[in-house]
């Protein structure tokens, strides 16, 4: 089984920036879609942004588009969330996802994940 471990998450004010990284175990982490999904008290866990294989194609949600950045570095097995202009409204737990299948037909949605970090707690003060 794969671990994934998150780190990075903190108290920051609006405005400002926090990177999260998402360390994974195995020796098959560049074969995976890597995904963040995040979950704010009382609202369904939602997609944040997804990253191919070997880091080619990338996708965010509306919310994250123009101020987050998913990145990875496969020699490393390790993937990135780098958060710029935070919101209070990004206030969140933060989740790391792995797709075994490493398709790229389906990266949105919590189903197609396999493996999943234990999460790391964001908060935007206003």
């Known amino acids: 089984q794969v671990q994934l471990v998150e780190s990075g998450g903190g108290l920051v004010q609006a405005g400002g920036s926090l990177r999260l990284s998402c360390a994974a175990s195995g020796r098959t982490f560049s074969s995976y879609v890597m995904g963040w999904f995040r979950q704010a008290p009382g609202k369904e866990r939602e997609f944040v942004a997804g990253?191919?294989?070997?880091?080619?194609?990338?996708y965010y949600a509306d919310s994250a588009k123009g101020r987050f950045t998913i990145s990875r570095d496969n020699a490393k097995n390790t993937v990135y969330l780098q958060m710029n202009s935070l919101k209070p409204e990004d206030t969140a737990v933060y989740y790391c996802?792995?797709?075994?299948?490493?398709?790229?037909?389906?990266?949105?949605?919590?189903?197609?994940?396999?493996?999943w970090g234990q999460g790391t707690q964001v908060t935007v003060s206003s």
């Open positions: 996802a792995a797709d075994r299948s490493g398709s790229w037909v389906v990266v949105t949605t919590s189903p197609q994940y396999d493996y």
């Open positions: 990253i191919s294989r070997t880091g080619g194609r990338t």
